[in-house]
């Protein structure tokens, strides 16, 4: 079977651990693989390499993705849908396995729907994908933030300050909840745990009469404004206050063990799922098991409130 791969909207660590269990164990069972460099955008202009055994030399502790990638929304355009299925078809290739998220899974419905054969690997640091606990990437950017957090922290302590984290997330706030209960934070920001304003500097005037010294905020992007609600906290809890935008930090960086254990399992699984005839499906873990659903399953829902949350009020 000939078997391509691409990946696809934000790079995440873990995409070339993927992409070389995948490559490394389906040569070994037979089979041939192409990468698609830049994403849909390459696999719409042609853009194919040869992967063998020895191009995955030494891809295992790289950060981001080899094959690099594009944003590209024009996909969804059925010029371009014909265009990338003539590609996959003049070279025989018979399968596509998409690493991403939300709009790489979005980009291969289009695919299956025209009854192509896709597998998607779920790929973001956002940890944002329905049918998955965990998705690659996302435990290397905790580690960034967590380690981020304690340095802060330190000079939140030292300056006797309270310390504003705005971290990455788009829509789900499970990298900040994760980082706020492994760095200690005295509060949480997120679309599922929203907090108003006043209510933080209710506590942290609070914070001031019980002479607490320091306390961390961590917020997921777009909740609010971090810099000038650390302005707001100077002025009406007299508790100085620094905020902090970690970035594009959070997506770089080797990836960790955690992620590249789990790259290597879903991309070989991707293979198994291929030779059982199973296609057209997202590959996830749940209760460190994998598991895949339909794709098209997988892009109508959104993920379920991490449990978590319980654990917020208790410990901050």
Known sequence: MKIAILTS???????????????????????????????????????????????????????????????????SQEENIDKALQNLESRGIEGLIVIGGDGSYRGALHLSRRGFKVITIPGTIDNDIYGTDHTLGFHTALDTVVDAMDKLRDTSVSHQRCSI???????????????????????????????????????????????????????????????????????????????????YIQRGGSPSAQDRILGTRMGAFAIDLFEQGIDNVAIGIENDRLIYLPIDIVVSNKRRLNPLYKLVAEVS
Do not use: W
């Open 165 to 247: 984290i705005e971290v990455m997330g788009r829509t789900c706030g499970d990298l900040a909840l994760y980082a706020a209960l492994s760095g200690g934070a005295e509060f949480l920001v997120t679309p599922e745990n929203p907090i108003s304003k006043e209510s933080i500097i209710e506590r942290l005037k609070q914070y001031k009469r019980d002479d607490r010294t320091h306390a961390i905020i961590v917020v997921t992007e777009n909740m609010i404004n971090v810099h000038e609600f650390a302005k707001e906290i100077t002025e009406k809890s007299k508790f100085t206050s620094v905020a902090t935008v970690l970035g």
């Open 9 to 75: 909207g934000g790079d995440a660590p873990g995409m070339n651990v993927a992409i070389r269990a995948a490559v490394r164990y389906g040569i070994k069972k037979g089979h041939e693989f192409y990468g698609v460099q830049n994403g849909f955008y390459g696999l719409v202009n042609n853009d194919f390499i040869e992967l063998d055994h020895k191009r995955m030399s030494g891809i295992i502790s790289m950060g981001g993705t080899f094959l690099r990638t594009a944003r590209f929304p024009e996909f």
